[in-house]
């Protein structure tokens, strides 16, 4: 199968070089006239020259790795950026399916029908990756955890930023391996009405229906933005069998998910404030290594707040000041639907932040940030006490204060900063100081990267650890990561763009978590034969092209965690397998694939495709221990037609997909030997989507 | 084995091919306004002349778009002269107050340089970092700063060659 893979990549690669051989471009908007004679008019004039959109492309502004905005070539780490046109055209039908397509990103399954994403063969699922939107973090407080599913309407989003690798510098404790940023569309880009109704079906179970709303305007100085979803779907439709060999099918009310999802915003000059409610209420048969009887509800609710002001003194000087709250019920399960074999879970937390950066650019060419943060968690938890605490309350404070330095320069672009935090929780200072250069040689673009990143522990890691001081207070040293990248980009022609990016990641004192057979829950750093130590290395590659005709990305990620230390219990060495050198669950090679070609001006078709070499789970759960089986290579293929400015009606689009053409059943793995059995997907889905734009800009 | 190599001549092609690619899109109508404004902002030892000879060598649209602007422009009361030479024809550079030279023909920096000796001519290419081989200005799109038109200026040359450039002009060149 690698060889196949090897030898597609590698014919792909050279037909792209002999077929890429257009130059469409496009114009840029300029004023220019004969009567512009001023030089200081002139030399504020974006050129009319003729770009080509993949040079727009990788020079388009980047601010997830840096708070500075810079050029997607020159952010000093390693960025994607999906865009609009490309959520559009792919006609992906939620998060999964846009992010499976970044190289070294993946998702495995968590606990009760959860799916968490994994980064570059590591589980990231809690508290290892930032997820935000609109700049407010989705990770719930308790676990660190994102539960995806189908709760972001991909019709709302402007772009997806997403760094593979530290944002621990800036954003602190939840971005130890990656940041995803999604910005939603602001008034300004709305400016009217715009609504989605998306429906897909399986053979055997409704996949999803879900509506959406979209409405926002600029006036002057005013603006406001206000996006609503609601819908219902199935995680699976297929059969889920526990560790016991006990089997259930998931196409009834045992699977699920019914998102409810809000957004507004609103600001006048520098002053802005946002309201995010975000509810995934879900039902799950899927216990923890036994199916459950009935199924049961289970309730992921964030509600998320911010107050924004930035107050600019100058062009060189501004300093935004946020003030957020944040209250979360997750794995949420109410006393009055719970019972033994499935406990109530009522444990609500808030998050209350305040958060000060001062950006300061003493020359055209450096940028300096500084800025402090501090935020108080609170849990009560009505079902039990937490163990470690001897209380149903948790309250922890984190102070942090950072700093960034940047030099903007042709040749290179040093960036360096750190950040220091404390946590009543741990005793230690958690530093995660960051290096990175980025250069460009001709018109070869390279960036090196040195992070150490962190991972604070969560509530629930001290709440429940396994380790105590002298004194019985319980102890939980931060996790820390240092992480080496570099990149190399290359424009092959005017339409497109190759990157290549190495990286080896090393994580000290990993918080782990454990259930036992008996369901009862603990943290430690570290796992139980005292392995500290855990990493993967590796490297991903991309090439990308864009034109009049659409666009072309195909990417492949490897990793292996030979010669990198390893934790028992993701890895499976000892179990006599035909590889030794890769993580529980993750494939270690995955190749994606996908692709928009504009039929007409009005209709495009896109496919996409994933590919992932074999993967290994546990499966079962005996006398002996976990059985570890192996997972035959996937394909998963599909397409999506989609019809601009419909029936001569302006501003209607119609698409029609095919996800899972090949009816793969695709299954979410679990990462460690635990109690979780792999969960099947929705098997191949057929979905239609209707979008109407009433804008002022189309 | 097979898979590497390919992989690594495949890289090693790019990289060996990158002077084939992103070439610098001046606009042609921007770039004449530039000129009309350089020569605004610089003086020349004889201002008796009455008129501004204006030279552009190699196939630019550059020549097209200040022929268009010669017809309906003077700068200071004079009026603009403008011709096209080949590379077989830079010993005649010398006679003209200002000389474009075409980003086609930027390899002729050295051989323009060398014509121009030390004649109060205005030398601007169209392509960047001439500046830094004799030319007194050179035009550059910034794709850091949205893609603007910008222009370096090699002051010492220029006043080397008895030409007075103004400090508005310095000031708003890109270092």
Known sequence: MIKFLRIKILETLILLFICVITDAQIKLDSTITNDTTDLKQLVEQKSTAQFSKMERDINQDVNVASKK????????SIVTVITEEEIVKSGARDMIDLLRQIPGLDFNADIQGVVGLSVRGNWAQEGKHLFLIDGQEINETLYGSVNYATNFPLSHIKKIEIIRGSGSAIYGGFSEYAVINIITKTGEDVQGFQTQFQMGHTANALGRLNASVLAGEKIKSFHYSFGAMAGTGHRSDQNYTDMNGNTVRLNQNNSQLNPTYLNFSCGYKGLSARFVYDNMSTRTQMGYGNVFTKSYPSLYSNLLTELKYIHTFSDKLNITTRLNFKNQKTYHLESSEASEENTAFEVPVQRYRAN???SYDPTKKMNIIAGGEIFIDNAINYSYQFASLNSNKASFTNLSAFTQFLYKNKFITPTLGFRLDKNTSFSQIAISPRFALVSRIGKVNLKCMYNRSFRAPTIFNIALTETFDNKGKPIMVPETSDIFEFEIGVPITRNSYFTLNLF?????????YNVSETDVESYKNGDKNGNKKLGSRGFETEFKVKDAWGYFNINYSFYTDQGMPQIDDYNIRGYNLEVSNI???????????????????????????????????ATQFDDKGFLISRFEPTFLANVFVNFNDAFNTKGLQIGFGCYDIFNKKFQFLQTSQNFIAPMPALSREFIIKLTYNLSKNS | MKFKLSFIAIIMFVIATQNQVFAQQLDKKMMSLYVINFIKYVQWPNQSASEYKIAVVGSSEVFGELSKLSSTKNINGKKLVISQLNDSQLDKIKEFHVVILSNKEANLIKKCTDALSNSPTLLITEKDGLTKKGAS???????????????QINKQKIEEVGLKVSTELLALSTK
């Open chain 1, 356 to 358: 000060m950066i001062v």
């Open chain 1, 69 to 76: 905005t810079l050029s997607y070539r020159k952010t000093p």
């Open chain 2, 137 to 151: 200005i050179s035009m550059l799109i910034d794709e850091d700063d949205d893609f603007k038109t910008k222009f």
């Open chain 1, 504 to 512: 080896d990641i090393t994580t000290q004192n990993p918080i782990l």
């Open chain 1, 583 to 617: 993580n529980l669950g993750i494939a270690q090679h995955k190749f994606n694939l996908n692709a928009a070609y504009n039929i007409t001006q009005k209709i495009s078709i896109a496919p996409s495709a994933s590919m992932w070499s074999n993967r290994y789970a």
